[in-house]
C-alpha cells in the first residue's frame, strides 16, 4: 500500500499558477506511477495528467495540455503537478493515485486502474 497525501490546493484568479504536492509514503520502494485526476462541481472525475516511476513519460489530457507540467523529485517520493495559466474550468477538487507498474516507464490514465488514492486538495480559479 502506498498513501497518498495532496496539498497545494487553494483560491486563485484565471491566469494565475498553482503547483500541487503528491507526498507518497509506505511501501515506496516498488516502481509505481502516479496520475492525476480532478472532478468539477456536479461532473465525473477526469483524467488530468500521468508520470511514470522514472518520471521521463507524461501524459496529459488535452484540456491542460502546455498548461500543466508533472515532474517527481529525485527521491521519487513527491509528484508535483505545476499548473500555469489556469482557467475558470480548471476548477475542480484535484486527486493523485498510484498504481504498481508492471514497467518503470509505465503509466496509466484509466481511474480504474489506480489502486491508491490521496483524500483531494481543492482548486478554485475565478474569473
Known amino acids: 500500500q502506498v498513501q497518498l497525501v495532496e496539498s497545494g490546493g487553494g483560491v486563485v484568479q484565471a491566469g494565475d499558477s498553482l503547483r500541487l504536492s503528491c507526498a507518497a509514503s509506505g511501501r515506496t520502494f516498488s516502481t509505481y506511477a502516479i496520475g492525476w485526476f480532478r472532478q468539477p462541481p456536479g461532473k465525473e472525475r477526469e483524467f488530468v495528467a500521468t508520470?511514470?516511476?522514472?518520471?521521463?513519460?507524461?501524459y496529459f489530457a488535452d484540456s491542460v495540455k502546455g498548461r500543466f507540467t508533472n515532474f517527481r523529485d529525485s527521491a521519487k517520493s513527491t509528484v508535483y503537478l505545476q499548473m500555469n495559466s489556469l482557467v475558470p474550468q480548471d476548477t475542480a477538487v484535484y486527486y493523485c493515485?498510484?498504481?504498481?507498474?508492471?514497467?518503470?516507464?509505465?503509466?496509466?490514465?484509466?481511474?480504474?486502474?489506480?489502486?491508491?488514492w490521496g483524500q483531494g486538495t481543492q482548486v478554485t480559479v475565478s474569473a
Open positions: 493515485a498510484a498504481k504498481f507498474a508492471v514497467t518503470s516507464e509505465s503509466y496509466y490514465v484509466a481511474a480504474l486502474q489506480y489502486g491508491n
Open positions: 508520470i511514470s516511476w522514472t518520471g521521463i513519460n507524461t
